[in-house]
């Protein structure tokens, strides 16, 4: 998954982007693309974009490009991008142990 961490409050314009982009089939290897997230939290604001094969260079590649343009970011900001098994670990990692 790509994500990208928004401060400010401009989840919303850029959720709604990246929504009309998605559905009116803007985005090259839209077939690659399997699911979308906007999480509105206290202190930053998170969008994140799914991808089915994250070995797939070239689709990963020309969708981080294409997320630049459409959310009008400088190419030097940074989208970060993790696997989904590495996504997984995260979700699944126990809580830690509770002191007292």
Known sequence: RYQRRV?????SVLWE?????????QLDYAEE???A????RMREDQLSLWIRD??????KDAIRDQLHQ???LPQDA???FKPHKDSMKE??????PVEG
């Open 91 to 96: 979700v699944l990692k126990p809580p830690p």
């Open 70 to 72: 459409l959310l009008s």
């Open 7 to 11: 401060h400010g409050g401009h989840v």
């Open 17 to 25: 982007e990246l929504l009309l982009a998605l559905v009116g089939g």
């Open 33 to 35: 693309i399997c699911g």
């Open 37 to 40: 997230v906007a999480s509105v």
């Open 54 to 59: 994250a070995q797939h260079d070239a689709a």
């Open 78 to 80: 940074h989208i970060e």
